[in-house]
């Protein structure tokens, strides 16, 4: 694939994210890992996503009001998070890179038919004593091995019954917190390169416009029959990562 394209395709694909992002709250991860994996490969489409992902999180994470309450309350949570990132990057370093695409496939997989099914997520993680640092590390590991840190990290979030703006708050320093060790993490393993670094800072500008346009069709669009289309989207997508790795 040429650079033009390749310029056209991660413009277009944070363009997208960005506006799932802007309807819906969330996706913005999810939606750009599946696109850049199905067409550019896994390590690729983490180290693109790292500064779309870091700045469009940062205000969420910093306003709200509860930073420090967050801190407080969920520390173990997430210093497991940030810690076994590394290993899991160690992981996408040694292991066959298709074999953790199919597993990013399997958890978009996972995550389509559960807002699709109304499965409540936040039911399949647990609330003991030692929930918070094993579902932080297993977020984590995760994280490192495939770029999303959605489960069982946000599910875990939404089990502690947190006010909603709360519950927003902590996913925003959750994913800022994991991308920044993501980011350090493939820079120590050698699988961020400048290019990739400089064109993950370009994306940010079709992000942040694809945002701005998905907060002008909020308003246009009913958000249930998107989020329906979106959750089908990504269960296609996620099923094709799947097949992928076992059939190539």
Excluded: D
């Amino acid at each position: 694939m040429g650079e033009p394209l390749i310029l056209l395709l991660v413009a277009a694909t944070f363009l997208v994210a960005g506006g799932v992002k802007g309807i819906i709250g969330m996706g913005m991860p999810t939606v750009s890992l599946a696109l850049l994996t199905a067409t550019l490969g896994l390590q690729p489409a983490m180290a693109l996503l790292l500064a779309p992902t870091l700045i469009t999180n940062v205000w969420q994470a910093l306003v709200g009001g509860y930073l420090g309450r967050i801190v407080r309350q969920l520390w173990p949570f997430l210093l497991a998070s940030v810690v076994t990132v590394w290993l899991g990057v160690s992981l996408l370093a040694r292991v066959e890179v298709r074999w953790l695409s199919g597993l990013l496939g399997v958890l978009i997989v996972f995550y389509a038919l559960a807002g699709l099914c109304n499965l409540g997520l936040a039911r399949l993680v647990g609330r003991g004593r030692h929930a918070a640092p094993v579902n932080g590390a297993l977020t984590g590991l995760l994280t490192g091995m495939t770029g999303s840190s959605v489960f069982p990290g946000v599910a875990y979030l939404q089990s502690l019954g947190l006010p909603r703006e709360m519950l927003i708050q902590a996913m925003g320093v959750l994913f800022v917190a994991t991308t920044l060790a993501l980011a350090l993490a493939l820079g120590g393993h050698r699988l961020l390169s400048v290019e990739l670094g400089l064109l993950s800072l370009g994306a940010v500008v079709p992000a942040l416009v694809g945002m701005r346009l998905g907060r002008w069709l909020r308003g246009r669009l009913s958000e249930s029959t998107f989020r329906r289309a979106f959750l089908s989207g990504l269960l296609a997508m996620g099923g094709y990562l799947v097949l992928r790795a076992l059939f190539a």
